[in-house]
């Protein structure tokens, strides 16, 4: 069966500026927060980062508008001046490589300014358009680390609940691309949601790809907040799932235990080192 997804079919691109490049991070090990764009393409149904933006268009519209930090550089080169050296995370709350990127080029500007200032930068996208920028992670190797976000190994199902995002198996050649070069790699698989990706099958074809890259696998579980409530709802229909059966279940003490000992037990049989990402 073929499955319809949810691709948004436009997104509309704005220019926004902003007053400070580097805000202070409250994730554990990362210092600070470094966000080229406003929104994110990739339209992930169940991103709960949209309760973190202030801008009510993108939250409101997530997925589908996109503001663009026109001054983000000539910002970003005045904080590193200011600012101690430490850790960045790029980004926190949108895919740093979403389709932007590739022309706007404010995450692989970012990554220079960074690293020749003396900062680490820990990137996550889901994007092998990472790959772009190689050629700077491999020379400052001992100050960068880059997580890749899969949910699954299954296109399919991306397809629906990760409706603007590249494939996995992309994401995956990616993944191997960047260890190979001898970079160090990290893969989130999150989030875990009942019925689409808890199963030992899934969770294991992702542990294995993380034992084989030599890369750290953080996992999470759904995380629900009211905001994601109807777009993941309308993706798990998509799938053949009841939401209230997945989302009763995903608040469930009892499922979230046995997550945690099904991504276990495929680190344990694969190999992986796994650990939860909060
Ligand atoms: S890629 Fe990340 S930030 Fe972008 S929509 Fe998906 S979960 Fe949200």
């Known amino acids: 069966m073929r499955l319809s997804?949810?691709?948004?079919?436009?997104?509309?691109?704005?220019?926004?500026?902003?007053?400070?490049?580097?805000?202070?991070?409250?994730?554990?090990d990362i210092d600070y927060a470094l966000n080229p764009y406003v929104g994110c393409a990739h339209g992930c149904t169940y991103c709960y980062a949209r309760a973190y933006v202030r801008d009510a268009e993108?939250?409101?519209?997530?997925?589908?508008?996109?503001?663009?930090?026109?001054?983000?550089?000539?910002?970003?080169?005045?904080?590193?001046?200011?600012?101690?050296?430490?850790?960045?995370?790029?980004?926190?709350?949108?895919?740093?490589?979403q389709p932007i990127e590739a022309s706007q080029h404010l995450s692989r500007e970012s990554l220079k300014i960074l690293l020749r200032a003396g900062f680490k930068v820990d990137l996550q996208t889901k994007?092998?358009?990472?790959?772009?920028?190689?050629?700077?992670?491999?020379?400052?190797?001992?100050?960068?680390?880059?997580?890749?976000?899969?949910?699954?190994?299954?296109?399919e199902v991306a397809a629906i609940i990760e409706p603007?995002?590249?494939?996995?198996?992309?994401?995956?050649?990616?993944?191997?691309?960047?260890?190979?070069?001898?970079?160090?790699?990290?893969?989130?698989?999150g989030p875990v949601i009942p019925g689409v990706n808890d199963d030992y099958g899934s969770v294991k074809n992702v542990a294995k790809l993380a034992a084989d890259t030599g890369s750290l696998l953080i996992h999470d579980p759904l995380r629900l907040k009211p905001q994601i409530l109807k777009t993941l709802s309308q993706a798990l229909r998509t799938l053949g799932l009841n939401p209230n059966n997945v989302i009763n279940k995903a608040r469930s003490k009892a499922w979230l235990q046995s997550v945690r000992d099904v991504v276990e037990k495929a680190c344990t049989d694969t190999g992986a080192e796994c650990v939860p990402a909060f």
């Not at 948004?8 to 704005?14: E, N």
């Not at 500026?17 to 580097?22: M, S």
């Not at 997530?62 to 904080?79: F, T």
């Open 164 to 189: 603007g995002a590249p494939p996995p198996s992309e994401r995956a050649k990616a993944l191997r691309e960047l260890s190979a070069s001898g970079i160090t790699t990290w893969l989130f698989l």
């Open 127 to 155: 994007s092998p358009l990472v790959l772009r920028d190689i050629d700077i992670l491999k020379r400052w190797r001992d100050r960068v680390e880059v997580g890749l976000t899969i949910t699954t190994l299954r296109d």
């Open 58 to 97: 993108v939250a409101r519209e997530w997925g589908s508008v996109v503001k663009i930090r026109v001054n983000l550089i000539d910002v970003l080169i005045k904080d590193v001046g200011r600012l101690k050296p430490g850790v960045v995370g790029l980004a926190t709350i949108t895919d740093p490589y």
């Open 5 to 28: 997804t949810t691709k948004p079919t436009f997104i509309k691109y704005t220019f926004t500026k902003t007053f400070k490049a580097l805000t202070p991070s409250g994730l554990p």
